[in-house]
Antibody, heavy 122, light 112 residues
Framework: QVQLVESGGGVVQPGRSLRLSCVAS????????MHWVRQAPGKGLEWVAA????????DYAESVKGRFTISRDNSLNTLYLQMSSLTPEDTAVYYC???????????????WGQGTLVTVSS | DVVMTQSPLALPVTLGQPASISCTSS???????????LNWFQQRPGQSPRRLIY???DRDSGVPDRISGSGSGTDFTLKISRVEAEDVGIYYC?????????FGQGTRVEIK
């Protein structure tokens, strides 16, 4: 079955950078778009970024645009999120999620990983 | 962005009794292909979200049939016919019709 395992979270100072990874298994990673979704402590879910299977379509939430970069390596079945200029408002559990169907524009995320916690604090 | 509004935000229920959560979207969620991309997710305490329902009423594998989804256009409902202890958690609706995907605020289901 679908498995998504995130890593790379931790405590980081404001203004610094961090890279998250998500290793996928149990499905053909290279044909599915992928998402990052985050959840601040005690809060709801916020879509962060998405990337198409072939990396031709990439989009970000306004709150992270210009600071975060989503990428993927289909040969390694791995999704990445490079985060820079981090602020305390970026503190959250970050989940990677597989697109529900083929394509990127509709249906949204379906299966999710267990998440990795990013804490931005001095 | 499409705004998803859930009610109630907290739902105390008695074991064995029914529960119902409403989700309203700020725009119709009917896509040009005729489908309505409205999902429901369950997040149990300490766990990641798990999709229960997709396209309004289709249950994911392993979801008990006492959980059902319904609705159309802008108004949707998740129903649990008989609440069990394992149903405790936060439930989110999410639309995937319009870009970007957006979530409701979440409804916390707890046992009375």
């Amino acid at each position: 079955q679908v498995q998504l395992v995130e890593s790379g979270g931790g405590v980081v100072q404001p203004g610094r950078s961090l890279r998250l990874s998500c290793v996928a298994s149990g499905f053909t990673f290279s044909i599915y778009a992928m998402h990052w979704v985050r959840q601040a402590p005690g809060k709801g879910l916020e879509w962060v970024a998405a990337i198409s299977s072939d990396e031709t379509t990439i989009d970000y939430a306004e709150s992270v645009k210009g600071r975060f970069t989503i990428s993927r390596d289909n040969s390694l079945n791995t999704l990445y999120l490079q985060m820079s200029s981090l602020t305390p408002e970026d503190t959250a559990v970050y989940y990677c999620a597989k697109q529900s169907g083929l394509g990127i524009a509709i249906a949204g995320p379906g299966a999710w990983g267990q998440g990795t916690l990013v804490t931005v604090s001095s | 962005d499409v705004v998803m509004t859930q009610s109630p935000l907290a739902l105390p229920v008695t074991l064995g009794q029914p529960a119902s959560i409403s989700c309203t979207s700020s725009q119709s969620l009917v896509y040009s292909d005729g489908n309505t991309y409205l999902n429901w997710f369950q997040q149990r305490p300490g766990q990641s979200p798990r999709r229960l329902i997709y396209k309004v009423s289709d249950r994911d594998s392993g979801v008990p049939d006492r959980i059902s989804g319904s609705g159309s256009g802008t108004d949707f409902t998740l129903k649990i016919s008989r609440v069990e202890a394992e149903d405790v958690g936060i439930y989110y609706c999410m639309q995937g019709t319009h870009w970007p995907p957006t979530f409701g605020q979440g409804t916390r289901v707890e046992i009375k």
